[in-house]
């Protein structure tokens, strides 16, 4: 587990696709532990693989105290819209007003290869979006 440097805007993997993950391995647990080591000493709120140079489809959360990763993630996003105030851990110091889904249903799996799904609103619902 580490800390890692946050790639910032400009870097080519912000805009390249994730790869879907295939190897639930030590590899994913040592990734999965440095995002959230990365993320809570940012600090921030989430943080995606590509932030930390890897092309794969693995982010953390922090939301409400509950700190979690989904892999390979898939969402349902609800009709209704919310618009609030967003930043990203790689446009350090920068908020904007942002229209997100109020609510999601994010189905993948934990890095043990575990199914999950995660449902919420508000906070979370734009943490899972970004």
């Not at 390249?16 to 391995?25: C, G, I």
């Not at 092309?55 to 959360?61: D, N």
Request: charged share 20%.
């Amino acid at each position: 587990m580490s800390i890692t440097d946050i790639r910032l805007f400009g870097d080519p993997i912000l805009r390249t696709p994730a790869l879907e993950v295939v190897d639930f391995d030590k590899e994913l647990q040592r990734l999965v532990a440095d995002l959230t080591d990365t993320m809570l000493a940012a600090p921030g709120r989430g943080l995606a693989a590509p932030q930390l140079g890897v092309g794969l489809r693995v982010f953390t959360y922090f939301v409400d105290e509950v700190v979690g990763h989904l892999v390979n993630p898939r969402l349902e996003l609800s009709p209704e819209l919310q618009l609030g105030p967003e930043g990203c851990l790689s446009f350090p110091g920068l908020t904007y007003d942002t229209s997100r889904a109020l609510r999601v249903v994010a189905s993948g799996f934990d890095m043990h290869s575990e199914p999950v799904r995660l449902e919420g609103s508000d906070l979370l619902a734009r943490c899972v979006q970004h």
